[in-house]
């Protein structure tokens, strides 16, 4: 009796077993074509959620790239540790063929600053607006001082993919592959006017009374080319008006600057024989209306280098 109720027992189980896989089965069946399509719902919202990690992915990669690349140019701006800089962006070119970009500006970007990257300089500032400021970039800069080894030069234009680099005090210094250099011309931020007396003081003073043969020469003809002597001039220092002798055409100081320059020398067929090289001082007075000027040529002097062949 106990056996035939354990075996009926059984039976039922299994029945109902058969019963419950039987209903599922048939659910399934019916209800196929949903539980595909749920299915293929929860797939594709994998596949998607996948795509849209391998993205996210791809764009953080990016941006350690990017990242990495912007402290690496960071890193390497430490050279001008030493100067007042900060940090913009481009914010586009305004032409393919323009030597001008636009930037986004900072606190204290001025007009005639110079803008630099990782690899040197890229332009100067032309003029600052509210948000953004344009540059000219360097193949559109005329007149730069620039240094070669131990001479100096003008940066005068870029033609046919190279930059032209003139008036190099001396070109036995220079070789191909050498580097070029802003030269501390940079000190020479200012605009410097040509002072109402300059005339009288470069050609009348007593330093120009006391000028001599070659040197009073040299004097005379640096005249055609004061110009570029404002743009090459270096070693800048700073001093009062002592006694206040010139009163406010002097108020806020004097400065003076180191210039250099070569005078070529031809044989009277006019064949280029050789440069002589003279260095001079500049003096430049700070009115009291906040401007520059110049205010004369000192102390021109051959030097006693060989000139330059």
């Known amino acids: ?12 189980k299994l029945y109902f077993k058969t019963i419950i896989l039987f209903i599922a089965f048939l659910f399934i069946f019916i209800f196929r074509n949903n539980i595909f399509y749920l299915f293929g719902l929860i797939n594709t919202s994998v596949k998607k959620e996948n795509n849209n990690l391998v993205t996210e992915n791809n764009i953080l990669k990016e941006k350690c790239e990017y990242f990495e690349q912007e402290l690496k140019s960071i890193t390497n701006l430490k050279n ?7 940090l913009t962006r481009m914010s586009y070119r305004l032409s393919y063929t323009s030597d001008e970009i636009r930037i986004f500006n900072t606190d204290n970007i001025k007009v005639n600053d110079i803008l630099i990257n990782q690899y040197g300089l890229v332009g100067l500032v032309k003029s600052v607006k509210d948000k953004v400021s344009d540059v000219l970039l360097l193949t559109g800069v005329k007149n730069l001082s620039v240094n070669i080894n131990s001479s100096y030069g003008t940066l005068s234009g870029y033609e046919s993919g190279y930059f032209v680099i003139k008036n190099i005090s001396n070109y036995d210094d220079v070789s191909i592959n050498d580097s070029v250099y802003t030269s501390t011309l940079g000190e020479v931020k200012e605009k410097i ?25 040299a004097k005379a003809n640096a005249a055609q080319a004061i110009k570029e002597l404002i743009q090459i001039a270096e070693n800048k220092s700073e001093f009062p008006d002592y006694g206040d002798r010139h009163g406010n055409r002097a108020k806020n100081g004097w400065y ?10 031809y044989e009277e067929n006019g064949a280029l024989i050789r440069y002589n090289i003279f260095s001079a001082r500049m003096l430049v007075r700070h009115d009291a209306d906040g401007k520059m000027y110049l205010y004369d040529i000192l102390r021109t002097k051959k030097e006693a280098s060989n000139p330059l062949e």
């Open 80 to 86: 001008y540790a030493n100067y007042d800089y900060s």
């Open 1 to 12: 009796m106990e056996r035939s109720t354990i075996v009926s027992m059984t039976n039922s």
């Open 256 to 265: 003076r600057y180191d210039v250099r320059f070569g005078l070529p020398v």
């Open 193 to 217: 006017y040509i002072g109402k007396e300059f005339p009288d003081e470069f050609a009348n003073a007593k330093d120009a009374r006391g000028l001599k043969g070659a040197n009073a020469k």
